[in-house]
């Protein structure tokens, strides 16, 4: 029978990305990490790890037995809290990731609503932009994911897994104040000769822009590329460009220079997800819920075709 904690070793080294940062992360040196492995090699008749100069990668056999190990560690840790709730004992910590934009508009009101409730439990917060985090909280090293999904993305796979929807946020094309067509709903076709401000190619804000110009029979051309909302608000007030922006960061931000409309003709919304493991341990249900209830109330009262001004 495999050895648990050698296969958390593979599980660590394929998070972290090499043998020296696996090694750190579990208080190990490298050499000893290595000999680990070097054993669970062994006793499979394969190699699991190829190392280089930057990094390790897992071969075929290593990705298999990566899914697996993920599933020994999570279902290790739950009952490890099982045990720990019959005996009384309270949950001494919580885990969370989420991308950056979640952290400004959801999460602080969340978190301290939670210890408010829960003064007894430490938080932790990692910054994991989507697709990533599943492979976290399926091994147990985060309670919680908070991640998204754009228009014409497709969700990543959730085996194990409970993924919960909680805000469908749409998306607004966002205009400098005083632009032509700030008094009434565009078309992506109407936009088409206006410099975009956007995520780079790939990135899932980007893939939705351009899928939905695609549909509309139009190419736009993104002159200014990044994936922070606060920059390209910050842009457009000051009359560079225009962008679809969700409305959660509308609704949270202070400028004024500007203008947001939904699009004539397509309606496109990222939808937010809470993503936890299928048993999940007090208190990560207390924290889904107080995050549901921030989530209904982060677009605001005006409705899709509000804005500031």
């Given at each position: 029978?495999?050895?648990?904690?050698?296969?958390?070793?593979?599980?660590?080294?394929?998070?972290?990305?090499?043998?020296?940062?696996?090694a750190e992360r579990l208080s190990f040196t490298p050499p000893a990490l290595s000999q680990q492995l070097t054993k669970?090699?062994?006793?499979?008749?394969?190699?699991?790890?190829?190392?280089?100069?930057?990094?390790?990668?897992?071969?075929?056999?290593?990705?298999?037995?990566?899914?697996y190990g993920e599933r020994v560690l999570g279902e290790l840790r739950d009952a490890e809290a099982a045990v720990r709730?019959?005996?009384?004992?309270?949950?001494?910590?919580?885990?969370?990731?989420?991308?950056?934009?979640?952290?400004?508009?959801?999460?602080?009101?969340?978190?301290?609503?939670?210890?408010?409730?829960?003064?007894?439990?430490?938080?932790?917060?990692?910054?994991?932009?989507?697709?990533?985090?599943?492979?976290?909280?399926?091994?147990?090293?985060?309670?919680?994911?908070?991640?998204?999904?754009?228009?014409?993305?497709?969700?990543?796979?959730?085996?194990?897994?409970?993924?919960?929807?909680?805000?469908?946020?749409?998306?607004?094309?966002?205009?400098?104040?005083?632009?032509?067509?700030?008094?009434?709903?565009?078309?992506?076709?109407?936009?088409?000769?206006?410099?975009?401000?956007?995520?780079?190619?790939?990135?899932?804000?980007?893939?939705?822009?351009?899928?939905?110009?695609?549909?509309?029979?139009?190419?736009?051309?993104?002159?200014?590329?990044?994936?922070?909302?606060?920059?390209?608000?910050?842009?457009?007030?000051?009359?560079?460009?225009?962008?679809?922006?969700?409305?959660?960061?509308?609704?949270?931000?202070?400028?004024?220079?500007?203008?947001?409309?939904?699009?004539?003709?397509?309606?496109?919304?990222?939808?937010?997800?809470?993503?936890?493991?299928?048993?999940?341990?007090?208190?990560?249900?207390?924290?889904?819920?107080?995050?549901?209830?921030?989530?209904?109330?982060?677009?605001?009262?005006?409705?899709?075709?509000?804005?500031?001004?």
């Amino acid at each position: 029978m495999l050895d648990a904690n050698r296969l958390r070793v593979l599980v660590e080294i394929a998070h972290a990305g090499s043998i020296a940062a696996a090694a750190e992360r579990l208080s190990f040196t490298p050499p000893a990490l290595s000999q680990q492995l070097t054993k669970l090699e062994r006793e499979l008749g394969c190699r699991l790890v190829e190392r280089g100069r930057t990094g390790a990668t897992l071969t075929e056999e290593g990705r298999v037995l990566l899914a697996y190990g993920e599933r020994v560690l999570g279902e290790l840790r739950d009952a490890e809290a099982a045990v720990r709730a019959l005996v009384g004992a309270a949950p001494e910590r919580l885990s969370l990731g989420a991308f950056a934009s979640a952290g400004k508009v959801l999460l602080p009101a969340t978190l301290a609503a939670f210890g408010h409730e829960h003064p007894q439990v430490r938080l932790s917060l990692a910054d994991i932009e989507p697709p990533g985090g599943y492979d976290l909280v399926t091994s147990g090293e985060l309670d919680l994911l908070v991640t998204h999904r754009y228009p014409a993305v497709p969700l990543p796979r959730a085996g194990g897994l409970h993924r919960e929807r909680v805000l469908v946020d749409p998306l607004l094309v966002t205009l400098p104040r005083g632009h032509p067509y700030t008094d009434r709903d565009p078309s992506l076709a109407e936009l088409a000769d206006q410099e975009w401000i956007c995520g780079a190619p790939g990135i899932h804000n980007r893939i939705s822009l351009d899928t939905a110009a695609a549909a509309a029979g139009v190419r736009l051309t993104v002159a200014y590329e990044t994936r922070d909302y606060e920059v390209a608000l910050a842009l457009i007030e000051a009359g560079v460009g225009v962008a679809l922006i969700p409305l959660s960061i509308l609704a949270s931000a202070r400028g004024t220079g500007w203008v947001s409309r939904p699009l004539r003709q397509v309606r496109l919304a990222r939808e937010i997800y809470a993503v936890h493991r299928r048993r999940p341990p007090e208190p990560v249900p207390a924290m889904v819920t107080i995050l549901r209830g921030v989530a209904a109330r982060a677009l605001g009262p005006g409705g899709p075709a509000a804005g500031p001004g």
